[in-house]
């Protein structure tokens, strides 16, 4: 196992790396920017190393200061965390030249995957149902467009380096086509650096469900299950479950076994994630695959009892994998609620302040996981995630439940601080979501309701 | 008397702590009379020293307050002692034999407090950070000459240094003329981001 684990991240994800490595005996170093030089993992660290001022793009994105921090801790592995580097080849390259171990998948394998119309033509090779569309980018808007009426409107442009809701753009009429095309291609060149953009069939009323995914590097690979990530705002994840509710199980076991056969077949090492699409058909279709631990992991820790951050440095150190398939047992039924400082009522425009009040849930089977505390100033210029709370019960309404009682007891206040607590709380008791007969749309319908005036 | 130096906000409560003992070190040097008591803060930089002010402020303003630490160390975080080289000693006031916490409150004779919102000349020292974390370098090669020394007068934008950090060789630049007081930081030593390199004095006029 590592000595020494140096963790490229910040904010809770940070944090939670560190108390498996403080689990595992495993030594831990952090890096912080100017403006989380009084967060939590500054504390926690056995080091913490300054690596820049505010800006990501001068500390967390900087290689150069990562790999730095990393050589002055003596680091022998480095974990990324979700988002920032996580899922960055070049830091897995990086970490090749310094000798350290990246926790995570081989650069060739996530470089591979990150180019999502590259992804889909791997999946597809490995015999899993991909939707129509685009088998590399196409840069030319003409030949672009023959596609899009061949696939079949409504159509969907994804920027191949896009993730976590950026550079995609509905089209439903052809006449818009040519328009969102060149607008796409722009925004993404300008967010991403990477103007490549397809196209694929864009499906109403689906459901988002996604497999967690082990493999070591021996050629093993096991998934721990589904998680259900239907509540969404804008491609924006709010609130995940597991099983995936009101699906036939059979689906889903065809479909987490398809998740193992595709991961395998890409190379995959470590955790990682696929994504599906379901139909109301009930027929699923790849998405496309997360090389990195993802915000929602706790709710498949809750359901079998595995440390997912434990496994993933168990396989990095090298160790083949310490299950198999038959010894994961989902158990029950988890749910979590991310609570963001975001103000609902202003289009969910980030709220940042200090938090003067930060009281939290607490009781049987209920998990926090935060970087906040009372007196906390939340930084402006990152992520609004405040809190991950998540609840297991033995069924799905014992879950809802918990969880009402849960972000009932949930309590952040203080000049400026608006969060979505209430709005997580309208989304279980919406009759749709408690009905499992919920899709994507469920939070566009409950918050044009809001706006109606009508309840939802 | 107090000083406030200048501390970029970014420095690192350690590096902090560290340079605010010196500053108060070297006032130390400069009293009148033999010191009462030190006051080191670092939440908004303070250094505060009292002295005997001598016969004639003898029995006047006795402050008679408790020496207290709590400014000095409030706000530090509670570190985890993890090894080695897991940071700084943090009560120990680092090599230089730092501030003494509980400044030695002596008996008798009545205390001046002065409190000047001028600093004086070169106790209020004026710090070149580290532009990024990496390994700090005194000369462009190792056996060439260093770029300075001390008590050399250096102009705004003369190169001090050079921190490197993955190969890419980054200039530490003098933001303001001076006089090179001190070199904080030893060749070849990594450093963090924002840490205190070099220290500029008024530059000799």
């Known amino acids: 196992m590592f000595r020494t684990v140096l963790i490229a991240n910040r904010g809770e994800i940070a944090l939670r790396v560190a108390r498996a490595c403080r689990e595992l005996g495993i030594r831990v170093a952090a890096v912080y920017s100017t403006d989380d030089r009084d967060s939590e993992i500054t504390r926690y660290a056995d080091q913490a190393i300054h690596i820049g001022p505010g800006p990501v793009r001068r500390s967390y994105l900087n290689l150069a200061a990562i790999a730095e921090a990393a050589r002055m801790s003596g680091a022998d592995a480095i974990h990324p965390g979700y988002g920032l580097l996580s899922e960055d080849p070049d830091l897995a390259e990086v970490c090749e030249d310094l000798g350290v171990t990246f926790v995570g998948p081989p650069p060739d394998v996530m470089r591979r995957l990150g180019d999502k119309a590259a992804a889909r033509a791997l999946m597809r090779g490995a015999g899993l149902p991909v939707l129509p569309g685009s088998d590399e980018p196409d840069a030319d808007p003409r030949r672009a467009a023959d596609l899009a009426a061949a696939v079949g409107y409504p159509v969907i442009i994804k920027a191949a380096a896009g993730g976590g809701g950026r550079g995609m753009c509905v089209v439903r009429d052809p006449g818009d086509f040519d328009r969102a095309f060149r607008e796409t291609t722009a925004s993404a060149q300008a967010l991403l650096g990477d103007g490549r953009v397809y196209v694929e069939r864009y499906l109403e009323s689906v459901r988002h469900v996604e497999v967690q995914v082990l493999c070591d590097r021996y ?86 009892g595995v440390d997912l951050v434990h496994e993933q440095l168990r396989i990095a150190a090298g160790e083949p994998l310490s299950l198999r398939q038959e010894d994961v047992v989902p158990r029950g039924a988890a749910i979590e609620c991310r609570i963001n400082a975001e103000d609902p009522e202003r289009g969910f425009a980030p709220a940042p302040g200090t938090l003067t009040e930060f009281d939290l849930p607490a009781g049987p089977f209920v998990r926090v996981d935060t970087h906040c505390r009372p007196g906390y100033r939340v930084p402006p210029a990152y992520d609004s995630l405040l809190a991950k709370v998540v609840v297991w019960a033995p069924d799905r309404d014992r879950a809802m439940a918990r969880m009402r009682r849960a972000l009932a007891e949930f309590h952040a206040a203080g000049p400026g601080v608006h969060t979505t607590t209430e709005f997580l709380r309208s989304v279980l008791d919406h009759p749709a979501f408690t009905g499992a007969e919920h899709d994507t749309s469920v939070v566009a319908g409950i918050l044009a309701s809001r706006s109606s005036g009508h309840p939802g | 008397m107090t000083a406030t130096a200048d501390i970029p906000p970014e420095t690192p409560l350690d590096h902090r702590l560290d340079l605010l003992g010196r500053g108060a070190v070297r006032m130390l040097a400069h009293l009148p009379g033999p010191v009462r008591r030190v006051r080191v803060e670092a939440g908004d930089v303070r250094v505060e020293v009292e002295w005997d002010a001598g016969p004639a402020a003898r029995g006047s303003a006795a402050s008679g307050d408790p020496v207290q630490d709590d400014g000095a160390q409030h706000g530090v975080p509670a570190r985890n002692g993890g090894g080695p080289d897991a940071g700084p000693a943090w009560n120990d006031g680092g090599p230089n034999g730092g501030p003494a916490w509980n400044g030695a409150a002596r008996e008798g004779g009545g205390a001046a407090r002065g409190v000047s919102a001028a600093p004086r000349r070169g106790v209020a020292p004026h710090l070149v950070g ?59 030593t990594s450093v963090e981001f924002g840490q205190p390199l070099f220290e500029l004095a008024d530059p000799d006029s």
Do not use: W
């Open chain 1, 219 to 304: 050629g093993n690979g096991i998934h721990l299950g589904e998680r259900d990530c239907s509540v969404q705002r804008r491609h924006q994840k709010i609130l995940e479950e597991a099983p995936a509710p009101g699906l036939p199980r059979e689906l889903l076991d065809r479909l987490n076994r398809a998740a193992v056969t595709g991961a395998l077949a890409a190379g995959y090492v470590g955790a990682g994630t696929l994504e599906f699409l379901v139909d109301p058909e009930h027929r699923f279709h790849f998405m496309e695959m997360n090389c990195r631990i993802q915000v929602e992991h706790p709710v498949t820790e809750m359901l079998t």
């Open chain 2, 130 to 188: 580290a532009p990024s974390v990496g390994v700090f370098y005194r000369a462009e090669a190792p056996g060439a000459k260093s770029f300075v020394e001390v008590g050399d007068n250096v102009a705004k934008g003369a190169q001090l240094g050079i921190v490197e950090a993955m190969k890419l060789m980054i200039p530490v630049v003098a933001d303001r003329n001076g006089r090179l007081a001190e070199i904080l930081v030893a060749d070849s």
